[in-house]
């Protein structure tokens, strides 16, 4: 009987000393399922995917989603990934395009997914909703803020910026700012530009209201080109539809900047299901992107760069611009982003 209280006693204060497991960041609250999901043609049949979020920006009042393991303990490591939507999409849409949150426990990651309030034309479109500096930088710099003072920032082992199109381009754009230059350890870019641009193909953009092609673009640079090579240290993937480009470039002056190696291919990732969802009123031109479906990803590796820094190329065979990301593909992004080097944060900057 006294043996029996004894190890009763002593469990009861195991549990007492154990930390406890976070239920939210930031007042969102942790849900397994993850809130607001959905799939295939059943995202078209509910209003899931104009869910503005689980969490709030307290500067604006605007929503935003906010991804975490819910058995997350204080203290514990995470990557932090900014992932950002393109341009007249709304951020649940790039929660399911990048589904990184299905990884979450997994490789503890902490994902925040907000959406734009500003607005712009491309080309001589009408406004559409889009990234803006006047409009959205200071919210992205709020949520930023939110998340790393929530965990501290020494619990963050690497800070990510992923973006979809114009949100790639919005990430190429501040990457290098007086905000986060100290604090980002890499950008993904998904369909957002590389660089050393990878050219894109002439009918590229969304079919015309008839399903037609779009009208070739004029030759010269185009909105996903960069010709400055960025002023910041960062690893950087690129992951394109092998529709979009009109060929993969060999070399890298990102990898050219840390030394590395000749690029090296990979072993082809291989998904025999499909995304989550896709572009469901333009489907059939294939740059702008077909229904989501299996396929087979190509991977190269510029090997030994200084610091240890990631330079990778991803394309997906088949694809174009809107199918979202298979499960074996989206895990292998994630997988890299977690073997790169990160520690701004956690360094304080440095």
């Known amino acids: 009987m006294m043996r029996s209280a004894i190890l ?8 007492a000393a154990t930390p406890a497991l976070a239920a939210e960041i930031a007042g969102a609250a942790c849900t397994d399922p993850a809130p607001a999901r959905c799939d295939g043609m059943d995202c ?3 209003p899931v995917l104009a869910d503005p979020g689980n969490a709030t920006d307290p500067k604006t009042g605007r929503k935003f989603f906010l991804d975490f393991p819910c058995d997350l303990k204080p203290g514990e490591k995470v990557i932090f990934i900014l992932n950002i939507h393109g341009a007249g999409s709304i951020g649940n849409w790039q929660r399911h395009y990048f589904p990184a949150l299905d990884y979450k426990t997994g490789y503890r990651l902490v994902i925040a997914t ?4 500003g607005s712009g034309a491309i080309g001589a479109g009408p406004p559409i909703r889009m990234w803006m500096p006047a409009e959205d930088d200071a919210y992205l710099q709020n949520i930023s803020d939110l998340v790393i003072d929530s965990l501290g920032a020494k619990t963050i082992k690497a800070f990510w910026l992923a973006g979809h199109s114009q949100g790639g381009f919005t990430s190429r754009r501040i990457v290098c700012s007086d905000y986060f230059r100290d604090k980002v350890d890499g950008w993904l870019s998904l369909s957002g530009g590389r660089i050393g641009q ?13 399903g037609s092609p779009p009208d070739p673009r004029p030759p010269g640079p185009s909105i996903m080109s960069y010709d400055a090579t960025p002023a910041c240290d960062f690893s950087h993937i690129y992951e394109i539809g092998e529709h979009e480009i009109t060929a993969l470039p060999t070399t890298s002056p990102w990898a050219d900047k840390y030394g590395c190696g000749p690029r090296v291919r990979q072993e082809d990732i291989i998904d025999e299901a499909p995304g989550h969802v896709w572009d469901y009123a333009r489907v059939g031109h294939k740059p702008w992107g077909m229904k989501a ?8 590796i510029y090997p030994g760069c200084k610091g240890d820094r990631l330079v990778a190329d991803v394309v997906r065979l088949d694809k174009g611009h809107t199918e979202g990301l298979e499960p074996h593909v989206t895990e292998a992004i994630v997988r890299m982003i977690a073997a790169a ?9 440095k």
């Open 44 to 46: 078209t049949a509910s």
């Open 114 to 117: 907000p959406t734009a309030n």
């Open 198 to 210: 990878a050219p894109v193909v002439a009918d590229f953009g969304p079919p015309k209201p008839d």
């Open 341 to 349: 080097p990160g520690g701004k944060l956690a360094g304080g900057g």
């Open 293 to 300: 479906r299996p396929g087979t990803a190509q991977v190269w």
């Open 8 to 15: 009763a006693l002593g469990a009861m204060m195991a549990l």
